[in-house]
Nanobody, 116 residues
Framework: QVHLVESGGGLVQPGGSLRLSCAVS????????IGWFRQAPGKEREGVSC????????WYEDAVKGRFTISRDNAKNTVYLEMNSLKPEDTAVYYC?????????WGQGTQVTVSS
């Protein structure tokens, strides 16, 4: 079992920044992927970014490339999503996900609202 807790969401003006955190605990595999997803009202959940445990390889969805940065602190078992130049269309509930070929776990989500 793996437990994920997101934090760091909030209300920010367009052009502003936020840093989301995903604290990971429990029995993690040697190989896993931590991903950030988001779901806006009335829309399907979509992938935003992910990072692979084995080599730190990263992936970003096109709409966030150059604005968002995913990183990890292995000592703290935490994955971060640094979000800069935020736009109103980034407004959503952001979730982190732990994935292996055997299992997938989700956090409870954190709300990000970009509005003036």
């Amino acid at each position: 079992q793996v437990h994920l807790v997101e934090s760091g969401g909030g209300l920010v003006q367009p052009g502003g920044s936020l840093r989301l955190s995903c604290a990971v605990s429990g029995s993690t595999s040697d190989y896993y992927v931590i991903g950030w997803f988001r779901q806006a009202p009335g829309k399907e959940r979509e992938g935003v970014s992910c990072i692979r445990s084995s080599d730190g390889r990263r992936w970003y969805e096109d709409a966030v490339k150059g604005r968002f940065t995913i990183s990890r602190d292995n000592a703290k078992n935490t994955v971060y999503l640094e979000m800069n130049s935020l736009k109103p269309e980034d407004t959503a509930v952001y979730y982190c996900n732990y994935w292996t070929t055997q299992a997938s776990f989700w956090g409870q989500g954190t709300q990000v609202t970009v509005s003036s």
